[in-house]
């Protein structure tokens, strides 16, 4: 796992594994969206999967599964949405160099920030089991 950092706020990875969600908490990580649908592949985590992870380890999560190819208006919203509530810096799964789903959702970013819900010096976040 090699996340691309888009902004202070927000990175990008292809496939997370449930051994990653610790991984990135170490990492500095508060929350991780997952916009891959369940199923789409093989012995991919399952939607449920990541967010009993992600909880355990004390990060915030979002799921905003997304057909790739068909990124709806209304797809780009929740994950706006999604942003906007969820403490960062965050980290959202993509598909590597098939990233039509995290270029268009990407594009939305932009206009929304996360510096409300930030870790200034991002050295914890706020669900982290002390």
């Given at each position: 796992m090699n996340p691309k950092r888009i902004t202070s706020q927000l990175s990008i990875s292809p496939q997370l594994t449930i051994a990653d969600v610790d991984r990135l908490a170490s990492m500095g990580f508060?929350?991780?969206?997952?916009?891959?649908?369940?199923?789409?592949?093989?012995?991919?985590?399952?939607?449920d999967e990541m967010r009993r992870a992600a909880v355990a380890a004390g990060l915030g999560?979002?799921?905003i599964p997304v057909v790739r190819g068909k990124v709806t208006q209304a797809d780009v919203d929740r994950f706006g949405a999604a942003l906007e509530e969820l403490e960062g810096p965050v980290i959202d799964r993509v598909l590597p160099d098939r990233g039509t789903r995290s270029d268009v959702m990407g594009a939305s970013f932009s206009r929304f920030t996360?510096?409300?819900?930030?870790?200034?010096d991002h050295s914890g976040c706020r669900l982290r089991p002390d």
């Open positions: 508060c929350s991780i969206v997952v916009n891959r649908p369940d199923g789409e592949e093989a012995g991919q985590p399952t939607i999560f979002a799921a996360l510096s409300r819900r930030s870790t200034q």
